[in-house]
């Protein structure tokens, strides 16, 4: 493309004041051979807009390369087809007129450089053709627990087609088994009843939703728009074909037989919260070893959770659950006490008033404490020592019944669900614990195959209010999901683009890199282990771009060969001049955006760093660096996400994955006589964008300690 090309520069925000305007403009007609270069005081203005416009749509143009703020504002300004134009940005203000000295030669040659870049990439895009086939837009969800339930009623009532599979004979979950519910309403003091009945009762009123119960998910396979997902139920098999899935199967308790030391299973009259709602929803409240009704009853909290050698979280319902069954024990006996031994009581927001109801109770003692040891006596009564009491004292206590709050861990853990016809795995990626993994600040509701969507408990412990909201949620995005796949776009993070990969597999070797570096299982494998790309399971971040040894990857707006072609198009000042240049190779999820707010709060940074925005530092191929120190430029940065235990990477693990393969990349630099420390992998969080001065110095001045690139000028 590139063939109908016309440049715009903006001289506004101070960009005109900064810059030799009318030399940045020869680079486009005199280097590069642009017809016309427009220069305007307001790009972005109505007038500005008008002319871009009118050069896309009227004057034959179809490329236009603008030369102004950062790609990532006014992204409405210039509205255009990509499939039938091409619009690129060139960052001047942020990335140079905002941060560097005004009619400075650095500076200058720095806007200089970009519009280069700015050039060549555009000539190096194609027009977007959208993936487009046929699409299902029905739902399946999997778990009729209240999740469950409101992700159907919620996409039912959007106009969605809904599969409902519940692996018990009823749904409702545990919701539709306790007594009662702690209160949700205000004033939040009193018990109520659940209200998962009524969501059972719309649910199966509602033509849009079709129930099955005792059945499982025997098989997922396909793509988003094009699953085909098969129900076991009854002996028999049923195959249907969906747009997007939500799983929303629930939790379950945390194996109390793992909790010996708190008396379970060692003590008879020592029994877990879900068995004491059992107990409450016949109506009674008895001993196991003897079937007399407790007069004591003590709960001990965190049962599991909140420790180390068990569930390090907490649990987020135990200490409502029980203040409710403290009072259950005082409506069923008021003869009859409760106690609870807690490490701390969390009731959030409105629930504390529900706290101070149960502490109004004279029935009811709360003491702060850690249990030490739980002891069953001759009579069957169990005495409990606790230390750190809000007493400051050792205390025992007896009891004729002990509750453990026991965790809560997904229902999925250990537990065959989708079944996923997927070369990665038959089950969704989970995090420490079991919990579906998930970008978890920016997308809490995606997991790591795109178009299926966890709902509440499975992805991390809340209670029933939560949950139901958050199953809104999930819904909303599967119905997004479906949406775009019928577009052709892409979904999160770089929601609606419409570039995919293609792959020349006539070079393809079958190393299998691509398929096993991709994050979200885009890529099957043929027997010989050939890539079977699934487009609409692509999130389009290029990381097996990067990983192909052979370069047969590419997209036609990011490629391998328009990297390169914008690396070379960098001018590099002969050794005398001691002007290195270093390329920073940025992700424009976080890198990207915190140079720009650099620019936004007038930080100032060495003028030798030429930024390139790339989808994910997984993206980056090796011999982008090999061309960089070839040509003679001095240094590279990767800078990219956060990756690690607590990873903040927008595609999972491409930071990672760039990390490891420049370890490998290091060794052959020191083979080749050039200095490992010209290059370096950094990890950045947007906020950190104070410490990119700072960070970007550290390299600076280390580039200058190892001296020139000794190719440079060959």
Known sequence: MGEKLKAFICTGCGIGEALDVEKLAKVATSEYKIPECVRHACLCGEEGRGLVAKALQQDG???????????????????????????????????????????????????EDYLRMGIVKAQKSEFLEPALEACSSAVPVVGGGPAGLT??????????????????????????????????????????????????KAVEANPRIRVHTAAQVAEIKGQPGQFDVTIAANGATEQTRVGAVVVATGWQPYDAAKLGHLGYGRCKNVITNVQLEEMAREGKLLRPADGKPPKKVVFIQCAGSRDQEHLPYCSAVCCRVSLKQALYVRELDPTATATIIYKDIRTPGEFELFYKRVQEDPGVFLTKGDVVEVKENADRTVTIVADNTLLGEKIEVTADLVVLATGMVPATFDNPTLNLAYRLGKELPTAPHGFTDSEFICFPYETQRTGIYAAGTVHQPMDTLTATDDAAGAAMKAIQCVDSVQRGAAVHPRAGDLSFPSFFLQRCTQCKRCTEECPFGTLDEDEKGTPKPNPNRCRRCGVCMGACPERIVSFKNYNVDMIASMIKAIEVPEEDEEKPRVVALMCENDAYPALDLAGLNRLTYDPMFRVIPVRCLGSVHLVWIADSLSKGIDGVMLIGCKFGDDYQCHFIKGSEIANKRLENLKETLTRLALESDRVKVVQLAITDYGKLPAILGEFADKIREVGPNPYKGL
């Open 61 to 111: 143009i179809d490329t236009a390369v603008l030369a102004a703020c950062s790609p990532r504002v006014c992204t409405d300004a210039w509205p255009y087809d990509p499939t039938t134009r091409i619009l690129e940005r060139v960052n001047l203000r942020e990335h140079v007129t905002w941060c560097h000295p005004a009619k400075d030669e650095d500076t200058q040659m720095l806007a």
């Open 151 to 200: 992700a159907a009623l919620e996409a039912a009532a959007a106009g969605t087609e809904v599969v409902l599979v519940e692996k018990t004979e009823r749904l409702g979950g545990f919701a539709a088994k306790v007594w009662r519910a702690y209160p949700t309403e205000e004033p939040f003091r009193d018990l109520q009843e659940s209200d998962v009945f009524g969501q059972i």
